[in-house]
């Protein structure tokens, strides 16, 4: 069964950079499947922020370049960079497995992590 | 960027209605279109995928179809346990969005 588990402050201040890692287990992520982090402000709906397999990233254009998402495969673990935050950066962060091209949808989720921007 | 847009954004029924939502995509997807469930407080869960096939462990009771750009979310028998919110989400084109949720709510 492949679970997913993301882990980081649930604070941070604005202007800050916000940092969330998701460990995988029941399923090696260097073995394929790329591996998305996907948000939801307080009563709104699903926003992608990207995906990332090995080397290769795909990012959402509206994030303006404040993105990084990286993998670590001797950990199993991949991970989100989000700079500059704000208060329209408050949102639940999930993790989530992504089957790019085809089909394109994310079966495999994480519990989210709460992340509130504020001084 | 392709804009998702469900209707109706809320809708009422009782159990054992048949219930359908749509999806219509601002521009053509193919089938690049999937629904999840989202209970209050809790995880999207992936239902239907490439517009028709049930995921793995899914009711028989939930059914999708369509491409291009109209497609539909039906529940052949609502149960207790449906009422929920309900997202569609295109994997066509970079950024891959979402709509902004059907909530079904019991009447």
Request: some cysteine; aromatic content about 12%.
């Amino acid at each position: 069964q492949v679970q997913l588990q993301e882990s980081g402050p649930g604070l941070v201040k604005p202007s800050e950079t916000l940092s969330l890692t998701c460990g995988v287990s029941g399923y090696s992520i260097g073995s394929g499947y790329y591996w998305a982090w996907i948000r939801q402000p307080p009563g709104k709906g699903l926003e992608w922020i990207g995906s990332v397999f090995h080397g290769t990233t795909q990012y959402n254009p509206s994030l303006k370049g404040r993105v990084t998402l990286s993998m670590d495969t001797s950990t199993n673990q991949f991970s989100l960079k989000l700079t500059t935050v704000s208060a329209a950066d408050t949102a639940v962060y999930y993790c989530a497995r992504h089957a790019s091209g085809w089909p394109g949808s994310n079966d495999y989720w994480g519990q989210g992590a709460l992340v509130t921007v504020s001084s | 960027d392709i804009q998702m847009t469900q209707s109706p954004s809320s809708l009422s029924a009782s159990v054992g209605d048949r219930v359908t939502i749509t999806c219509r995509a601002s521009q053509s997807i193919g089938t690049y279109l999937h629904w999840y469930q989202q209970k209050a407080g809790k995880v999207p869960k992936l239902l239907i995928y490439s517009a028709s096939t049930l995921q793995s462990g899914v009711p028989s009771r939930f059914s999708g179809r369509g491409s291009g750009t109209d497609f539909t979310l039906t529940i052949s028998s609502l149960q207790p346990e449906d009422f929920a919110t309900y997202h569609c989400h295109q994997s066509y084109n970079i950024p891959y969005t979402f709509g902004q949720g059907t909530k079904l709510e019991i009447k």
